[in-house]
């Protein structure tokens, strides 16, 4: 007896799906614009194949699978495992960098904190979502038009599959030691989980943002500034990382009181 191919009726785009989500979870709407390039490279074979000639990660290897190589043959990718390199700064960085060009004078340090703090914002620090073209229709499945994208996302979000607040609250409780409140919100809605989602997982997140700040600002630097440069960088850091402008400003004043504390206990015996 013939074994059913992977692409036979309504279970070509239901293989994709469950294959990627065995690789990690996804939300929604990522998962929505997976499946849509990959029905619409399997219905497009010139196209996958210019696709597939200048793929540049797993997943839209696999695109490209889907579409062009033998049904029966089997998926063989890695793991893909993302690394998270969007930057999300915080709305008033640039305010708490102005603050430290304030704090130390401009002439003992050059260039390095008075024209970073007047540069004017960065346009591509917090990148939103492209609104794909294939968003503006339903695609089906080619191998049972009959059955749409949209149908088959239900049904794996009633089966428990996919879930944007697990998915939230899995990434905010794996990052929240590294990074700020600024920037695991700004991932979160680049992976198209809705506002009241991502609040909700920024609550659960473990410590408080400016207990966390601290906590990695003593593990990376562990030593008050010296001076503006050492400031300067050491803000940068914090802000680049995701955590606000306040709260940043809050860890360097901890830590300058702290060692002048300290200093004055020294003198004194």
């Known amino acids: 007896m013939t074994r059913r191919r992977a692409t036979d009726g309504a279970s070509g785009l239901r293989d994709y799906a469950l294959r990627l989500l065995a690789r ?17 490279a399997a219905s497009e074979p010139a196209r996958a194949r210019s696709r597939g000639s200048h793929s540049r990660s797993d997943d839209r290897d696999d695109e490209h699978d889907f579409a062009s190589k033998a049904p029966a043959r089997r998926f063989a990718g890695t793991a893909h495992e993302e690394v998270g390199d ?5 709305d008033d960085a640039f305010d708490c960098i102005g603050e430290g060009a304030r704090k130390y004078a401009p002439e003992s340090c050059g260039e390095s904190v008075s024209d970073f703090a007047s540069a004017p914002p960065c346009t591509d620090v917090a990148p939103t979502p492209q609104t794909s073209a294939f968003d503006t229709h339903e695609a089906t499945d080619p191998a049972d038009p009959g ?23 899995n990434r905010v409780r794996a990052r929240a030691a590294r990074y700020g409140n600024a920037r695991l919100g700004n991932e979160l809605r680049q992976k198209g989980v809705d506002a009241e989602a991502v609040a909700d997982a920024l609550r659960l997140a473990a410590g408080d943002e400016f207990t ?9 630097f562990g030593q008050a500034a010296c001076d503006a440069k050492e400031y300067a960088r050491q803000m940068r850091h914090l802000l680049s990382r995701g955590f606000s402008g ?3 400003r809050r860890v360097l004043q901890a830590a300058a009181s702290s060692e002048a504390i ?3 206990f020294d003198a004194s015996y």
Not at 86 to 90: K, T
């Open 86 to 90: 969007e930057r999300g700064w915080p």
């Open 212 to 220: 966390r700040a601290q906590t990695l600002w003593q593990r990376k």
């Open 246 to 248: 306040d709260v940043v």
């Open 24 to 40: 990690r979870d996804y939300t929604r709407a990522e998962l929505h614009r997976k499946l849509t390039a990959a029905a619409t």
């Open 262 to 264: 300290a200093d004055d």
């Open 147 to 169: 059955v749409t994208i949209a149908a088959l996302l239900d049904d794996l979000v009633e089966r428990g599959l996919v879930a944007d607040t697990r998915y939230a609250e």
